[in-house]
């Protein structure tokens, strides 16, 4: 190991270390919702519906292009802002990742850090763009659920609070009277860097691949860890 390299890993040891309250995005840190349910196709069913009734044009073709369901939903709602249409929208997006969550794959080592975490005094909080429906569904199946209850803070009917808005974040630290530089968010993409940054909250992001390094280090993450393996040793040391 390089001076450098141990210089880096001691700073990530004390960032885990002093964190008091963990906040923790839902779909990459924690399981892989759309692993056998595509994310992609959700997204275009969701576009297709919007088609049928002749809304196709509510979406940008680069909103259409990147496949996201939640850039649909955040979409539509930026230009009706509060209508039934979105309200059926994000309903229709909630029964695809309840459905989905029956084959989430779960994050290597997320479930033992978590509980590893929590067993040694840190308190978790959930705060996702994801419906807390879906949340709560995915931690009960794997007995999970304790460790965070009542801290789940997911999408609500106020749209324009999906993170990047640091909205969801703000209300678990509110809510567990944590100062935001006693907390550390784990995410996954620049979204969640961002609500962390607008909210004061430490930051560490968790990438699965090459891919998601490259946009968590080009959007200013200093600590990406690529398994969340690192963290449990860091934790067990």
Known sequence: MTEETAQETE?????????RVVLWDFDGPICR????HSAARVAEGLMAWLASRGLHGLVTEPERDSLDPHLVLRAVDSRHPGSDL???LE???TEEELQATSTAMPTAYAD????TWR???????????NSPRVVRAYLDDRDLTPCFHPHIYGRTKELHHLKPDPYCLNRALSAMGAAPAAALMIGDSPSDLEAARRAGVPFLGY?????????LTGAGAEF???????????LRD
């Open 112 to 115: 033992i850090l978590i509980r």
């Open 33 to 36: 919702l759309f692993a056998g």
């Open 119 to 129: 067993a040694m005094g840190a308190r978790m909080a959930i705060t996702t763009n």
């Open 11 to 19: 700073r990530l040891r004390e960032q885990v270390t002093r964190a």
């Open 207 to 215: 990438a699965r691949n090459e891919r998601k390094a490259k946009l």
């Open 224 to 234: 990406v860890v690529g398994s969340l393996e690192s963290l449990l040793s860091l």
């Open 91 to 93: 309903k229709r997006l």
């Open 86 to 88: 979105v309200d059926e």
